[in-house]
């Protein structure tokens, strides 16, 4: 059951580059959406979220942007720093409906090099 | 910064035993989860805890699974008969409200042999 699917496993970037991370999703019920990125040993530590409401959400180099019809989200870094390599997930809930659970995709590990 | 805690970081332990994960909460924080991660797959929920009661738990909290929140500041995740196949990375985590970002504590590994 992949309702929340980061196809690609990895991605390497050179330091100053942008980075894009992309997500999609199956079930249009998803209201909240959220990314995450996990060094090794450590738990997720959230980045930025946006709500389907809206279509781009924007902190500091990270700008996460929404698109309903594609059900397709995307994490945009901008500058990449080599401090930014980790796995990064993305994450969504169906919040309208009561339920709380973030269902994770599978995650895309980040590389950036110097 | 407040932060999740959680103890121990690592966990071994033998089939058909009985183990307690414990997790420190943000302290103003209302709703606790519990997740897993089994090596190499998705981070997946287990359950939610809102108002000292479960709202939501996934098909993989069976009997087995029970939580708790002995007093005001921990949250317990309890296997009351280990398998091998519980063997993951257990994330306690919390958050503020619903719509809210959910807040990870650092993970405890638990290996059943």
């Known amino acids: 059951d992949q309702q929340v699917k980061q196809n690609s496993p990895s991605l390497s970037v050179q330091e100053g580059r942008i980075s894009i991370l992309n997500c999609d999703y199956t079930n249009s019920m998803f209201d909240y959406f959220l990314w995450y990125k996990k060094y090794p040993a450590e738990g997720p530590t959230f980045l930025i979220s946006i709500s389907s409401i809206k279509d781009k959400n924007e902190d500091g180099r990270f700008t996460v942007f929404l698109n309903k019809s594609a059900k397709h989200l995307s994490l945009h870094i901008v500058p990449s720093q080599p401090g930014d390599s980790a796995v990064y997930f993305c994450?969504?809930?169906?919040?309208?409906?009561?339920?709380?659970?973030?269902?994770f995709g599978k995650g895309t590990k980040l590389t950036v090099n110097p | 910064e407040p932060e999740v805690t959680q103890t121990p970081s690592h966990q071994v332990t033998q089939m058909g035993q009985e183990v307690i994960l414990r997790c420190v909460p943000i302290?103003?924080?209302?709703?606790f989860y519990w997740y897993r991660q089994i090596l190499g797959q998705k981070v997946e929920f287990l359950v939610s805890?809102?108002?000292?009661?479960?709202?939501?738990k996934s098909e993989i909290f069976d009997d087995q699974f029970s939580v708790e929140r002995p007093d005001g500041s921990n949250f317990t995740l309890k296997i009351r008969s280990t398998k091998l196949e519980d063997s993951a990375m257990y994330f306690c985590?919390?958050?503020?409200?619903?719509?809210?970002?959910?807040?990870f504590g650092p993970g405890t590994r638990l290996t059943v042999t």
């Open positions: 805890f809102y108002n000292n009661e479960i709202s939501e």
């Open positions: 302290s103003n924080h209302l709703y």
């Open positions: 985590a919390s958050s503020p409200g619903i719509l809210s970002e959910q807040y």
């Open positions: 994450a969504a809930s169906y919040t309208q409906g009561g339920s709380e659970k973030l269902v």
